[in-house]
């Protein structure tokens, strides 16, 4: 009913991860239940979508699609470092929910960074040099790169399919992204740092630019603020791409894991721009808009997320 839709999204905003446990967990009340969030599109990845269910994509934790690293002297599959999805382009998805379709027995944990109580418990000071810079983003192919901030200990094997298919795509020009934002729904400060990407902040010398994006990710990349779900069966796991970073931990060797996620559409007030249109500020969205979601009516999508 509209009033649990109303509280459902207010939770969403709050907090940035639902976990919703022990209810229905069939492909139609995941696709409804993401719905309640906001419009759907495809998965930029179109050749992965479940057959009969465009709102959903398959994503596999095995040697030929994702990345095999050794964690901790472990060999694991699917291991992801942290990232925003599609953080790398002007209007990336507002969100997702997954849901496990073949669980694996052991390994498989999601982890999770909220950039709302990271930007909060920055030094005042780092809040002041950064308010108003802007980074330039592009997605960047090297493993040394895409985990450089991460404080596992892992070395990356092979990079899979995946992120092969990804870089060699000719339609992710770099974008602009500030380093603070003010989420709408709320009028809460954002931190946006996404590690997942090659980047330089505007206006700095490269070794000045490197020093404050590592300072940066020295204060988000903290394990004592992370968390990690460990999943049970029917878990339905909803997360706000705009604010929370997240990664994989793989599987063990013999294991087997297939997630089923739907992919809800960018949101309605910019979150970055293209690079050579030099720029945009976020002043026309400072007014919080919580509760004026849009009708939450399925809309479908053949390129790239728009």
């Given at each position: 009913d509209a009033g649990t839709c109303d509280e459902l999204r207010a939770l969403w905003f709050d907090r940035g991860?639902?976990?919703?446990?022990?209810?229905?967990?069939?492909?139609?009340?995941?696709?409804?239940?993401?719905?309640?969030?906001?419009?759907?599109?495809e998965h930029q990845q179109g050749n992965r979508l479940v057959?009969?269910?465009?709102?959903?994509?398959?994503?596999?934790?095995d040697e030929e699609y994702g990345i095999t690293a050794e964690l901790d002297g472990e060999l694991r599959f699917g291991v992801l470092p942290w990232h925003g999805d599609a953080r790398w382009l002007a209007?990336?998805?507002?969100?997702?929910?997954?849901?496990?379709?073949?669980?694996?027995?052991?390994?498989?944990?999601?982890?999770?960074?909220?950039?709302?109580s990271t930007y909060e418990r920055?030094?005042?000071?780092?809040?002041?040099?950064?308010?108003?810079?802007?980074?330039?983003?592009?997605?960047?192919?090297v493993p040394d790169q895409i985990f450089k901030f991460d404080y596992r200990k892992l070395r990356v094997?092979?990079?899979?399919?995946?992120?092969?298919?990804?870089?060699?795509?000719?339609?992710?020009?770099?974008?602009?992204?500030?380093?603070?934002?003010?989420?709408?729904?709320?009028?809460?400060?954002?931190?946006g740092f996404t590690p997942f990407a090659g980047q330089e902040i505007v206006g700095l010398s490269k070794a000045e630019s490197d020093a404050l994006v590592s300072e940066i990710a020295s204060h988000t990349i903290d394990e004592t603020?992370?968390?990690?779900?460990?999943?049970?069966?029917?878990?339905?796991?909803?997360?706000?791409?705009?604010?929370m970073l997240h990664c994989a931990m793989g599987i063990p060797e013999g294991e087997q894991r297939e997630v089923w996620r739907t992919t809800l559409?960018?949101?309605?007030?910019?979150?970055?721009?293209?690079?050579?249109?030099?720029?945009f500020s976020f002043s026309q969205v400072d007014e919080p808009i919580r509760g004026k979601m849009a009708n939450s009516t399925s809309v479908m999508t053949s390129t790239a997320f728009r």
């Open positions: 991860l639902v976990i919703f446990r022990d209810g229905d967990v069939s492909v139609e009340f995941h696709i409804r239940l993401s719905e309640v969030f906001g419009p759907l599109v057959d009969g269910h465009p709102e959903l994509v398959s994503l596999k934790s209007e990336p998805p507002h969100g997702a929910i997954l849901r496990l379709n073949v669980m694996s027995k052991t390994g498989g944990e999601t982890g999770f960074i909220d950039m709302i920055l030094p005042d000071l780092l809040k002041q040099h950064i308010e108003g810079l802007e980074a330039r983003i592009q997605l960047s192919p094997i092979s990079s899979g399919a995946n992120a092969q298919e990804l870089t060699a795509r000719p339609d992710f020009p770099p974008i602009f992204l500030p380093l603070v934002h003010v989420q709408p729904e709320t009028g809460r400060k954002v931190l603020q992370t968390y990690f779900h460990s999943y049970k069966e029917g878990d339905l796991v909803l997360w706000d791409n705009l604010r559409a960018p949101a309605q007030y910019p979150v970055g721009r293209p690079a050579e249109d030099g720029g």
